[in-house]
């Protein structure tokens, strides 16, 4: 039987590209508060760098090489080793074990109706030819989330279908073998806007190859060069036309990111974002204004951070040993679930 009564956090980053202002928003910020508020009994957070290869699998070193720097987003972000755990996905063979058996309780046509999947193939071009590791990822993330005992999943909305997926699939291996697995729910950003941040272009996602995103360890100079290049409205071409604050990118960033205190620091003449957006939508403000106040805002947040991934870099077997640590630790947890599986399936030959 799974441990009872215990609030157990999964969640992670796949390693393909430093991280970026899009995903401290959706999941990072929240990732520390969760970690430091003392709700949770265990937090696990994977760098899922066998998830990655499905699609990368011609491309190793990029994948080995961005598990270092996303180690370094999470530390320089204030995950706290003490308090969480990250570890490296491919150090946990239980992981593979677990999703070979789950395979058993999914049909092919439930996986082509899962709307995340279709997303992504159409995104990635696959079409006819999708790996097969990549369109079983329902089932991989099934196994993820029961080798902890997750009960908290933290997810963009985007995310929903593969949380459900997981639970049907705990829900038919519990009907079929005895109750053995945790049915994970999910946690949303607080900040909706948070799940959705587009692209500094106004694409719908920010991506390292559209040359879209604003790194969480981009110097000053560069967050400035891509905030006063954002796209705002099209139509809003002098300074008295009214302006669309809804789909603008450089609205969307200041409903996630502004508070008061930035408006009293920064834009005094503002209360808040709801007095810029008024004036904004009424005309008579000029985007250029618009766009120095949100870099002084990204500024305020990302410097702490920059400074922090600057000093955990001077450190890196320091940052080894974390993750080393770590893998250790999941892959104990892990172990235990997958003996509870093996027992349930009547396969433990030998115990």
């Given at each position: ?25 959706g999941s990072l910020k929240r990732r ?39 180690a370094l987003d999470y530390l320089a ?275």
């Amino acid at each position: 039987m799974h441990a009872k009564n215990k609030n157990i956090i999964l969640t992670g980053d796949r390693p393909t590209g430093k991280l970026h202002i899009g995903h401290f928003a959706g999941s990072l910020k929240r990732r520390v508060e969760l970690q430091n508020s003392g709700a949770f009994d265990e937090v696990y957070i994977m760098i899922a760098d066998a998830q990655a290869l499905t699609d990368n699998a011609d491309n190793p070193e990029k994948i080995r090489a961005n598990v270092t720097e996303v180690a370094l987003d999470y530390l320089a972000c204030g995950l706290d080793p003490s308090k969480s755990t990250p570890f490296i996905q491919s150090q946990i063979p239980e992981l593979t074990e677990l999703a070979f058996y789950y395979m058993n309780l999914v049909t092919v046509a439930r996986l082509q109706r899962n709307p995340t999947v279709k997303a992504e193939i159409l995104a990635r071009n696959f079409e006819a030819s999708i790996p097969v590791g990549f369109f079983t990822y329902p089932i991989s993330q099934t196994a993820d989330i029961t080798a902890f005992d997750a009960t908290v999943v933290p997810v963009g909305e985007d995310q929903l279908p593969m949380i459900e997926q997981a639970r049907e699939i705990v829900r038919s291996f519990n009907s079929i073998y005895g109750n053995t697995l945790v049915e994970p729910k999910e946690l949303l950003p607080e900040n909706s806007v948070c799940g959705r941040l587009p692209g500094t272009d106004g694409k719908a996602k920010m991506s390292k190859s559209l040359g879209n995103c604003i790194y969480l360890s981009d110097s000053p100079d560069e967050i400035k060069s891509k905030v006063m290049n954002m796209y705002t409205d099209p139509n809003h071409l002098r300074v008295e036309d009214k302006g669309d604050t809804k789909d603008n990118p450089v609205f969307i960033y200041l409903s996630a990111f502004a508070d008061d205190g930035h408006f009293a620091r920064y834009l005094p003449e503002y209360e808040n974002l709801a007095a810029l957006k008024a004036h904004y939508e009424r005309g008579g403000l000029g985007d250029v204004k618009v766009k120095k106040f949100l870099n002084n805002v990204m500024n305020e947040i990302l410097e702490p951070i920059r400074l922090r991934r600057i000093e955990w870099e001077k450190r890196l077997p320091e940052v080894y040993e974390i993750l080393k640590k770590g893998s250790l630790k999941a892959r104990e947890t892990a172990a235990g679930t997958a003996d509870r599986v093996k027992a349930a399936l009547k396969i433990n030959y030998f115990c």
